[in-house]
């Protein structure tokens, strides 16, 4: 597997080394004992979760301010710009977002730690959207950023107005948002 770092501290861009040939391809989506060696982290996941969006859905941008999750995420079907915003004050690059085309053809996974927010805009006529998270999914502790906040300035490519969740819609601006220390 191959680890390139992001502009983001602690985030990372992973691909993983395919096997194809005629018949098709074959690849290891995670194997820990990989990963610890060449990341240097040691996640536990706990759970595991499976979305599917239509074109132009934007997800987001979602975080927990307890019980934090780190993801590992990646797309099986289709294409999605997917986005993370740094919300820890400690970090140089608090308040910075960043954004991965990642698609079933690419194969490139993403691994986001704790204290970011997450979302995804589908640039195909749909995207399966797999992840694992090092905490459980807790609602009373979910936060969202808003997606278009103008101090963020999110160059999402998207073709239109985006369909959203109504939690996404309201989501808070950056400067008003719960974040980390």
């Known amino acids: 597997m191959r680890v390139t770092p992001t502009s983001i501290a602690d985030v990372l861009v992973i691909e993983p080394k395919v096997f194809g040939d005629e018949r098709g391809f074959f690849f290891e989506s ?9 990341t240097g982290i040691a996640p536990k996941f706990v759970q595991d979760n499976h979305s599917r969006s239509v074109k132009n859905t934007l997800r987001g941008l979602h975080y ?16 999605l710009f ?7 004050r400690s970090s140089p690059t608090f ?29 195909s006529d749909y995207a399966d959207f797999l992840y694992k998270t090092t905490d459980y999914w807790a609602p009373q502790h979910e936060r969202t950023l808003l ?18 969740a109504a939690k996404d819609r309201a989501g808070k601006m950056l400067s008003e948002a719960e974040v980390f220390d």
């Open 30 to 38: 995670y194997n820990e004992r990989a990963f610890a060696e060449a």
């Open 64 to 79: 927990q301010i307890r019980q934090t999750q780190g993801k590992l995420v990646r797309v099986v079907a289709g294409e």
């Open 82 to 88: 997917d986005v993370v915003v740094d919300l820890r």
């Open 95 to 123: 308040g910075k977002w960043e954004g991965h085309r990642l698609s079933a053809e690419n194969k490139a996974m993403l691994w986001i730690p704790a204290g970011l927010a997450h979302g995804f805009a589908v640039l």
């Open 147 to 164: 997606w278009n906040d103008p101090e963020l300035a999110i160059a999402w490519p998207l073709a239109g107005e985006p369909i959203l």
